[in-house]
């Protein structure tokens, strides 16, 4: 079975432009969530969807938007794109939302703006 | 606001040794606390735990979970240059998606 699979695996970008990050959970999985990795942080949640719907979402700035897709594939944007949103970008998936199963990740994809 | 503390925050070993990572959580309604290990890019799945007291054993790793005291440790014996990584501990609680510790950084040397 396949992974989660996200593209493109690099990004450079400049400030002030806009991204867009694609993410393919598992075969199965219809819940995905989003992360952001940097050094300083650690992993800090972005966004999770289920059925097209956005279930939570973390203490971001509306810049950052998602969605996901009737074949559960999802996207996740950054507009106006910062200095400091240079990180590595994680997506995750599971059967469903639950907290009784662990979220399996993507190998990301790293963001870097100059 | 839920909070994963993880420590040391890096650590450098020689091949051969044993070695004990720490997580302490202070979350609402305590669902249940999880490793990963992450080598280059995406975490992958370590344990799952959710009861206190019981330890989950994989190889030369095995965690344990202290749901009184709110901390959990992972202990690595005989670690290879392979077990180099960054190991997140994350905790799921109420209705929160996963909260992640910044992680701890080990590095094996031959």
């Known amino acids: 079975k396949a992974g989660v699979t996200q593209t493109p695996r690099y990004l450079i970008k400049t400030r002030g432009q806009q991204v867009t990050l694609s993410c393919s959970p598992i075969?199965?999985?219809?819940?995905v969530s989003w992360y952001q990795q940097t050094p300083g942080q650690g992993l800090q949640f972005l966004f999770e969807y289920f059925s097209e719907t956005q279930r939570n979402k973390g203490n971001f700035p509306g810049r950052f938007s998602g969605r996901q897709f009737s074949n559960s594939r999802s996207e996740m944007n950054v507009s106006t794109l910062e200095l400091g949103d240079s990180a590595l970008y994680l997506c995750a998936s599971q059967t469903r939302p639950s907290l009784d199963s662990p979220l399996h990740f993507g190998n990301g994809t790293r963001l870097t703006v100059t | 606001e839920d909070k994963v503390v993880q420590s040391p925050l890096s650590l450098v070993v020689h091949e051969g040794d044993t070695v004990t990572l720490n997580c302490s959580y202070e979350v609402t309604n305590f669902r249940s606390l999880l490793w990963y290990k992450q080598e280059k890019k995406a975490p992958t799945f370590l344990f799952m735990l959710?009861?206190?007291?019981i330890e989950k054993k994989s190889g030369r790793l095995s965690s344990i979970l202290d749901k009184k005291e709110l901390f959990s440790i992972l202990n690595i014996t005989a670690t290879q240059t392979g077990d180099s990584a960054i190991y997140l501990c994350a905790v799921y609680s109420g209705n929160t998606p996963l909260v992640f510790g910044k992680g701890t950084r080990l590095s094996v040397i031959a």
């Open positions: 959710t009861s206190s007291g």
């Open positions: 075969s199965g999985h219809r819940s």
